[in-house]
Nanobody, 116 residues
Framework: QVQLVESGGGLVQAGGSLRLSCAAS????????MGWYRQAPGKQREVVAT???????NYADSVKGRFTISRDNAKNTVYLQMNSMKPEDTAVYYC??????????WGQGTKVTVSS
């Protein structure tokens, strides 16, 4: 089993920044991919950014140039630096890990609210 603990969510004004963290623990295989997803009210969960254990990243078009995903493999932690935030970034942000067997684990979510 893998547990994901997220932190860093909160209230921020448009144009501001937040940094989310997600620490993984438990039976973690060396090869895994992690990512951040978000779900706004009334909408389906969508991918924000992903990163492989080797550091390859992908971003949703809506956050390119504003958000940066990174990871510390020694700490089994993934980060999401969010800059130039917009009201449309308001959502519950979830951390995700995919292990070597393709099993997905989700964090509990952390709420991000961007006010104008």
């Amino acid at each position: 089993q893998v547990q994901l603990v997220e932190s860093g969510g909160g209230l921020v004004q448009a144009g501001g920044s937040l940094r989310l963290s997600c620490a993984a623990s438990g039976s973690i295989f060396s090869r895994n991919a992690m990512g951040w997803y978000r779900q706004a009210p009334g909408k389906q969960r969508e991918v924000v950014a992903t990163i492989t254990n080797g550091g390859s990243t992908n971003y949703a078009d809506s956050v390119k140039g504003r958000f940066t995903i990174s990871r510390d493999n020694a700490k089994n932690t993934v980060y999401l630096q969010m800059n130039s935030m917009k009201p449309e970034d308001t959502a519950v942000y979830y951390c995700k890990l995919v292990n070597a067997y393709g099993i997905m684990y989700w964090g509990q979510g952390t709420k991000v609210t961007v006010s104008s």
